[in-house]
């Protein structure tokens, strides 16, 4: 598959993972939303109930008072006599002495008269019993207004009678939360203040006007808050939560095969195109030395010294080319176990790199490039392996003059200097072909080797700027990198100064 294919896909099961967390975000906010506002209209319709139960309970108290205050047996008696209508009907012999003497006519009036009479006095009875009822309810309402208009509100108020009524209504409601609240007049004074009230989770405030039918002055106010307001409403986003971690956990698993996918996909190019650049590596040398070997054991052709002397020069250089690439390769075997034992001794490092550049500068030269060298380093001891340091500046060199411009004469700076009396830095420049901003985060990787089209002229495994990098680890130092498609590169390697 394609990598192009592969990062399509992953683009399109990322989006599709997000829309699912988005969509699951905004439920989770809708329920959190729709749950606070049926809280809040519950909690303002308990303040509302528990505002008239309140007034209830004062009315109720005041009736009591007044009902004790009134002698009520006579109204009682009073009210019991004009129901007792048999007292005040005559008895049948009484209403009929004479039977044989009266018409059924005579007896029939007389009766009919009696009964309006009843009717008539147990009416008004029940007139006078309904008008001391009245009297006594309006005296009633009188005395509760009155009071009302007279006493404090501090002195009227029952802490107790008002908590009750306010928890009664919000279990009613449904709201079985603890809850603060503080009573305060019509002036904003503090009136009264639960014992356990306390500023945590104060915001939101719910308020209530108390005694809403006394004047403006004789009224109060209660605020009402929930501690735990906050985190019972959040928690119906309780039931959102697991959902979606399980699709963080499913995208974060996706993205993690997704990459070892890439990576893999990528590790076996880069050991397609390693297998390729070992196999012209060795092929080269192997080559050159069977034709030399060939040369040597044909009889049929004139050997002189000096043909003896060429052929074994050859054989000789290809086979120590052919060991250089082998120990490459065993190299970077040894560093995956790390197995690499440093022989760390105090080196001075402008003489080392001097010894480097001018073994170089000779290649460089019958190239028709230059390579110069400036050193600025004061203190150049470090505490180094004398081979892999050399390696590591050879490795530098040989990596500039393989990737150099064709149609310009290659210039090589090496440059020494130190940094903060601490530390020793090294700088090789190029004005070489440059590398891509793409290709620069993953130079250093094993067996990568940027591009070059079409041509091959370039030689490696992609082994030499890993190895590098790891030996300058090694020896506890740094290695930077900054180039320009077309203009060339510069690395800068600073090491710690022996002390």
């Known amino acids: 598959m394609k990598r192009s294919y592969i990062w399509l896909i992953c683009l399109f099961v990322c989006i599709a993972f997000i829309s699912l967390l988005y969509l699951q975000g905004s439920y989770a906010k809708e329920m959190v939303r729709m749950r606070s506002e049926q809280f809040d209209e519950n909690v303002l319709r308990s303040l509302d109930q528990a505002s008239r ?46 039977k ?80 603060h609240f503080i009573v305060y007049t019509s002036d904003g004074r503090e009136v009264y203040r639960c014992e356990d009230y306390t500023e945590e989770g104060n915001d939101p405030n719910y308020q209530q006007t108390l005694f809403r039918s006394d004047p403006t002055g004789q009224m109060g106010t209660v605020t009402i808050h929930f501690p735990d307001q906050a985190r019972y409403i959040r928690g119906v986003a309780n039931y959102v939560a697991p959902a979606m971690g399980f699709t963080v956990i499913l995208l974060i698993t996706f993205l993690i095969t997704i990459y070892l996918v890439v990576r893999q996909k990528r590790i076996s190019e880069m050991k397609k195109d390693f297998i390729h ?22 009889k049929s052709v004139n050997k002189s010294e000096a043909t003896y002397e060429r052929l074994g020069g050859v054989i000789t250089s290809e086979t120590r080319r052919l060991r250089y690439q082998v120990e490459k390769v065993l190299q970077m075997s040894l560093f995956d176990n790390n197995n690499i034992a440093l022989k760390i001794q105090e080196l001075d490092a402008n003489e080392i790199i001097g010894n480097v550049v001018d073994t170089f500068s000779l290649k460089v030269t019958q190239s028709g490039g230059t390579l110069d060298m400036k050193v600025e380093a004061y203190n150049p001891f470090i505490n180094a392996d004398e081979m892999h340091f050399t390696n590591i500046i050879f490795n530098l060199l040989d990596n500039a003059f393989k990737y150099r411009r064709e149609d310009k004469p290659l210039a090589i700076k090496v440059h020494t200097y130190n940094q903060n009396e601490t530390h020793f830095c090294i ?56 180039s320009e498609l077309g203009k060339g590169t510069k690395f800068t390697i600073t090491l710690p100064l022996s002390l």
């Open 53 to 98: 139960d309140l007034e209830k309970a004062e009315t109720y108290r005041y009736l009591q008072n007044i009902l004790s205050q009134h002698d009520t047996r006579k109204w009682g008696a009073n009210l019991r006599d004009s129901f007792r209508v048999s007292d005040h009907l005559m008895p049948l012999d009484t209403m009929i002495p004479y």
């Open 100 to 179: 044989s003497n009266m018409s059924l006519g005579t007896l029939t009036a007389n009766r009919y008269n009696r009964v309006a009479e009843t009717i008539s006095k147990l009416q008004k009875h029940v007139r006078e019993a309904f008008i001391y009822e009245q009297d006594v309810l309006d005296e009633v309402i009188y005395a509760v207004m009155y009071t009302a208009s007279e006493q404090r509100l501090q002195d009227r108020l029952n802490p107790a009678v008002l908590d009750a009524c306010l928890r009664n209504a919000l279990q009613a409601n449904g709201i079985t939360l603890p809850f």
């Open 277 to 298: 650049n070992m196999t012209h590596e060795f092929k080269t040398p192997i080559s050159t030395i069977s034709i030399a070997a060939q040369m040597l054991a044909d």
């Open 427 to 482: 700088s090789i420049s190029d004005n070489g072909i440059g590398i891509a901003k793409d290709n620069l985060k993953r130079i250093f990787d094993k067996f990568y080797r940027v591009h070059t089209g079409d041509k091959h002229n370039v030689k490696g495994f992609g082994l030499g700027l890993a190895y590098v990098q790891k030996m300058v680890e090694l020896h506890h130092g740094t290695i930077k990198v900054t």
